[in-house]
């Protein structure tokens, strides 16, 4: 339960800074499927970099652990993708 209201916590700040961040704005997110303006993207790397830093240095202090990694479903993973990257672009467009 403390797990999810922490993710919920975590989520909602990430949302904020992304809008006081002006990243949830029409043009900037046309801009990046133009590959005008990489600020989102930049952005959005940045938070992937402090998470991955963040958890890799909890697990070498031993305060988590990595679950076992299942296969990939690389026909479900290639769709998924086309499905969200043509879900984004209408949204965009």
Do not use: C, Q
Not at 37 to 42: F, I, N, R
């Amino acid at each position: 339960m403390l797990n999810t209201i922490l993710a919920l916590i975590l989520g909602l700040v990430f949302g904020f800074l992304l809008n006081k961040a002006g990243l949830t704005k029409y043009h900037k997110i046309v801009n990046v499927f133009r590959l005008t303006d990489m600020a989102v993207l930049k952005f959005m790397m940045s938070g992937l970099v402090v998470a991955m830093i963040g958890l890799y240095g909890l697990r070498e202090i031993g305060l988590v652990t990595f679950p076992a990694i299942p296969a990939t479903y690389v026909v479900g993973n290639v769709l998924g993708g086309l499905v969200f990257g043509v879900g984004m672009a209408l949204t965009g467009y």
